[in-house]
């Protein structure tokens, strides 16, 4: 639908004019009429129309005055002008203002569809035009950013080459000498997953926006690393010095406050670097980012990455802790397992001046230690991979992450107990298959095996899917199939063999389970093995 304007200081010319164009397509339409420039001009800003009809001969703002105003605020609006004067200035305005249509009075429904024909043409060329550029400059600037991430990543090593594709992409201010900055959100994954339902792409998106309307066309080198998790900005020293920096991201945090509650840290590399050594000064930046403390708030920048002397520097798992945690690990003691996390954890809440860099070391350690210790590398969820720690960048995703320690201890402990509950009925079941025929009770089995009979009836309904009665008189009614058809014993004989002291009981069980009797059933296998 195009949206057209109708401007003419005579009500009963606006109505006929807007009739016609309401009649002429079904997709345009009148949404719009004014009675001179100045009020056309007011109602434009609400509008939008594509196209405005309007005539020349007007009082306040006369066709002229009009149509030079919308040539330099409104270009792309198209227009058609309609007057009942031939005059060369009117002529004369129309072309300099590049009016689609000059239609003279009295305007026929041919002249007004052909102006308007020519109107949504020019509307639909310089449309396809201005999508061409904006793909063009899409592509253009995924160039730039792969090629900044390789260089970045030290992928591209030749001086040359770094110098011939930034020319070829046209990267403003190669040339120069850069400071780096690395840019990251605390709460990125939870951000990500509240506010755009997990897509992490469209956070990123919205935070490379922010940061080309901080930089407006001044902009310095701006691409996301190749995780896409976190903002590089190579500020050149020709145009952005320290203060301007800072003053930058002092506006790039209330910006990230104010949109999602989100604090920034930031990691500076020492200014100087050359294009071709961008990856010298990412990984410096990178360092710093580490550097930063991990319970601070607000807006944190770190310059280079700290040296510390003190115990969390050192490590907070000692040696001995380590081992007791792997001992613990290996014996599946959610107890003492847990006991160990909750004195890391504690560690880590009460120094205040720990860094992010020190706290994702002691967490990798004790992922670390889980990998290492035997049986355990097969339950390794994805919270101990590395990537899962580089996220946690600040107190509540660390009680997050604790909590997923203690989840997993709690069904390592409860996996280890029903290891044990099944091999104990393994063994139990094994007992029962060879000595079927032997007259034995639940409680006598319970006795042998030191268990409490009422919890291993449950223990054996829940494994073998069968009470002990139940278990105990398919194998014997098993053993008794097996007898019946590959031997000629007596039937009072192989009750006796298979526990059963009562021919006639034998019996009963027997058909109950199998549908038939013991001689039908003798029968009916000697009927099978007979040749026809």
């Given at each position: 639908?195009?949206?057209?304007?109708?401007?003419?200081?005579?009500?009963?010319?606006?109505?006929?004019?807007?009739?016609?164009?309401?009649?002429?397509a079904?997709?345009?339409?009148?949404?719009?009429?004014?009675?001179?420039?100045?009020?056309?001009?007011?109602?434009?800003?609400?509008?939008?129309?594509?196209i405005?009809?309007?005539?020349?001969?007007?009082?306040?703002?006369?066709?002229q005055?009009?149509?030079?105003?919308?040539?330099?605020?409104?270009?792309?609006?198209?227009?058609?002008?309609?007057?009942?004067?031939?005059?060369?200035?009117?002529?004369?305005?129309?072309?300099?203002?590049?009016?689609?249509?000059?239609?003279?009075?009295?305007?026929s429904?041919a002249?007004?569809?052909?102006?308007?024909?020519?109107?949504?043409e020019?509307?639909?060329?310089?449309?396809?035009?201005?999508?061409?550029?904006?793909?063009?400059?899409?592509?253009?600037?995924?160039?730039?950013?792969?090629?900044?991430?390789?260089?970045?990543?030290?992928?591209i090593?030749?001086?040359?080459?770094?110098?011939?594709?930034?020319?070829r992409?046209?990267?403003?201010?190669?040339?120069?000498?850069?400071?780096?900055?690395?840019?990251?959100?605390?709460q990125?994954?939870?951000?990500?997953?509240?506010?755009?339902?997990?897509?992490?792409?469209?956070?990123?998106?919205?935070?490379e926006?922010?940061?080309?309307?901080?930089?407006?066309?001044?902009?310095?080198?701006?691409?996301?690393?190749?995780?896409?998790?976190r903002?590089?900005?190579?500020?050149?020293?020709?145009?952005?010095?320290?203060?301007?920096?800072?003053?930058?991201?002092?506006?790039?945090?209330?910006a990230?406050?104010?949109?999602?509650?989100?604090?920034?840290?930031?990691?500076?590399?020492?200014?100087?670097?050359?294009?071709?050594?961008?990856?010298?000064?990412?990984?410096?930046?990178?360092?710093?980012?580490?550097a930063?403390?991990?319970?601070?708030?607000?807006?944190?920048?770190?310059?280079?990455?700290?040296?510390?002397?003190?115990?969390?520097a050192?490590?907070?798992?000692n040696?001995?802790?380590?081992?007791a945690?792997?001992?613990?690990?290996a014996?599946?003691?959610?107890?003492?397992?847990?006991?160990?996390?909750?004195?890391?954890?504690?560690?880590?809440?009460?120094?205040?001046?720990?860094?992010?860099?020190?706290?994702?070391?002691?967490?990798s350690?004790?992922?670390?230690?889980?990998?290492?210790?035997?049986?355990?590398?097969?339950?390794?969820?994805?919270?101990?991979?590395?990537?899962?720690?580089?996220?946690?960048?600040?107190?509540?995703?660390?009680?997050?992450?604790?909590?997923?320690?203690?989840?997993?201890?709690?069904?390592?402990?409860?996996?280890?107990?029903?290891?044990?509950?099944?091999?104990?009925?393994?063994?139990?079941a094994?007992?029962?298959?060879e000595?079927?025929?032997?007259?034995?009770?639940?409680?006598?089995?319970?006795?042998?095996?030191?268990?409490?009979?009422?919890?291993?009836s449950?223990?054996?309904?829940?494994?073998?899917?069968?009470?002990?009665?139940?278990?105990?008189?398919?194998?014997?009614?098993?053993?008794?199939?097996?007898?019946?058809?590959?031997?000629?014993r007596?039937?009072?004989?192989?009750?006796?063999?298979?526990g059963?002291?009562?021919?006639?009981?034998?019996?009963?069980?027997f058909?109950?389970?199998?549908?038939?009797?013991?001689?039908?059933?003798r029968?009916?296998?000697?009927d099978?093995?007979?040749?026809?």
């Amino acid at each position: 639908m195009y949206k057209v304007m109708v401007v003419d200081d005579e009500p009963w010319g606006r109505k006929a004019i807007s009739k016609m164009i309401n009649e002429l397509a079904p997709r345009l339409e009148v949404i719009a009429e004014a009675r001179h420039g100045e009020e056309a001009l007011a109602l434009i800003g609400i509008s939008r129309p594509h196209i405005v009809v309007t005539d020349m001969n007007m009082p306040v703002m006369n066709g002229q005055e009009f149509l030079a105003r919308l040539h330099r605020e409104y270009n792309e609006i198209k227009v058609i002008v309609i007057s009942g004067y031939s005059e060369f200035e009117y002529l004369k305005a129309a072309l300099t203002y590049r009016a689609c249509e000059y239609v003279l009075k009295p305007v026929s429904a041919a002249d007004l569809l052909e102006a308007m024909t020519k109107a949504i043409e020019a509307i639909q060329n310089e449309s396809s035009l201005l999508e061409q550029k904006k793909h063009a400059e899409d592509v253009q600037s995924l160039k730039r950013e792969a090629f900044l991430q390789h260089i970045a990543s030290g992928r591209i090593h030749n001086v040359a080459d770094i110098y011939e594709q930034a020319e070829r992409l046209g990267i403003p201010c190669a040339q120069d000498r850069f400071c780096v900055a690395l840019v990251s959100l605390r709460q990125y994954r939870p951000i990500a997953d509240i506010k755009f339902h997990g897509n992490a792409d469209l956070l990123m998106f919205s935070v490379e926006n922010v940061w080309h309307e901080l930089l407006n066309a001044d902009s310095p080198l701006v691409f996301k690393t190749d995780n896409r998790e976190r903002i590089v900005l190579a500020f050149p020293e020709s145009v952005y010095d320290h203060a301007h920096i800072k003053s930058l991201l002092d506006r790039f945090q209330e910006a990230m406050k104010r949109m999602y509650a989100a604090d920034v840290l930031v990691g500076l590399s020492k200014a100087g670097a050359k294009l071709e050594q961008l990856p010298a000064a990412f990984e410096s930046a990178h360092g710093a980012l580490l550097a930063n403390g991990f319970h601070a708030a607000g807006l944190c920048i770190s310059e280079r990455e700290a040296i510390r002397t003190d115990a969390a520097a050192a490590g907070l798992l000692n040696t001995f802790e380590a081992k007791a945690f792997k001992q613990a690990l290996a014996s599946r003691s959610g107890k003492d397992m847990k006991r160990f996390v909750e004195s890391l954890a504690n560690k880590i809440r009460q120094l205040p001046a720990i860094t992010i860099r020190e706290v994702q070391r002691e967490l990798s350690h004790l992922a670390e230690l889980l990998s290492m210790s035997s049986g355990a590398a097969w339950a390794r969820p994805a919270m101990f991979e590395p990537k899962a720690i580089a996220h946690i960048l600040d107190c509540k995703e660390l009680e997050s992450w604790f909590a997923g320690m203690a989840l997993f201890i709690d069904n390592l402990s409860l996996s280890q107990e029903k290891s044990e509950t099944d091999q104990t009925i393994r063994d139990i079941a094994a007992f029962l298959d060879e000595h079927y025929f032997e007259d034995l009770s639940l409680v006598d089995v319970a006795t042998r095996f030191h268990i409490d009979p009422s919890y291993l009836s449950k223990l054996f309904k829940s494994v073998t899917g069968e009470n002990f009665i139940e278990y105990m008189s398919r194998k014997r009614i098993e053993k008794a199939c097996e007898l019946l058809s590959g031997s000629d014993r007596k039937i009072v004989e192989i009750a006796e063999l298979t526990g059963y002291e009562n021919q006639r009981y034998f019996s009963q069980v027997f058909k109950k389970m199998k549908g038939q009797t013991p001689s039908e059933y003798r029968e009916a296998s000697l009927d099978k093995e007979s040749p026809v």
